[in-house]
Structures are given as structure tokens and as C-alpha cells.
């Protein structure tokens, strides 16, 4: 993934502030830690990044990656979304139980169309 790196600093629930992230912008989307975990940036002062983690943030360090994708979160639209069901953020649950099973893994990227 290309785009601009940072580390986190602190963890506060679903708020994380992530450090070395020069270049990025409002509403960026980033991957957060180890496991890629899906964010969004909702304030920045200088380098430092506070980012909205869409995912459980159990078990993330402070030192963990922060990359951000440098593109705003933007949704495909199309006929097939008519018969699917999507969480919050554009994932399909019906490819996500076939790809995984019924619980679903933090982290999981699967394509919305």
C-alpha cells in the first residue's frame, strides 16, 4: 500500500493518535496495527493523526503501524448491491461468511461489488 506511515502514541477506546503521518489529510482512510485494522483520520495537528478505528481496538500497542491509503472512504455503488447486506462500512457480510465463516476477523478486506 502506498501512502504516508506513522506509528500510534496513544490508544483511548476506538481513538487512536498515530505520529509521522506528515502529507495526510482529513478523512484519509488508514490501517491501523498489525492487522490492518480500518480508520479514519478526524483531526490532525502537524504530523500527529487522530483516527477513528471502525474496528475493535483490543489488543493494539502503542509503536504499531499507522498507513494511511491517502484517499478519502468512498463506496462503490451498483445493481449488485440490491440483494446484499453491508456493515457500516461497505463490506459485504454475505462474502465475508464465505470467505471466513460467521465470525468475522478484524482486519478482513473483501471487495463490495
Do not use: C, H
Not at 504516508?4 to 496495527?33: E, F, H, N, Q
Not at 498489525?34 to 489488543?59: M, N, P, W
Not at 457480510?93 to 470467505?99: P, S
Amino acid at each position: 500500500m502506498a501512502g504516508t506511515s506513522g506509528v500510534i502514541t496513544r490508544i483511548s477506546g476506538p481513538a487512536v493518535i498515530a505520529r509521522g503521518l506528515a502529507g495526510a489529510r482529513m478523512y484519509d482512510i488508514v490501517r491501523v496495527g498489525k492487522e490492518k485494522l480500518i480508520g479514519e483520520i478526524i483531526r490532525l495537528d502537524g504530523e500527529t493523526a487522530f483516527v477513528q478505528v471502525y474496528e475493535d481496538t483490543s489488543g493494539l500497542y502503542v509503536g504499531e503501524p499507522v498507513e494511511s491509503t491517502e484517499a478519502p472512504l468512498a463506496l462503490e455503488l451498483g445493481p449488485g448491491m440490491l440483494s446484499s447486506i453491508y456493515d457500516g462500512i461497505q463490506r459485504p457480510l454475505d462474502k465475508i461468511r464465505e470467505a471466513q465463516g460467521d465470525f468475522i476477523s478484524r482486519g478482513v478486506v473483501v471487495n463490495s461489488l
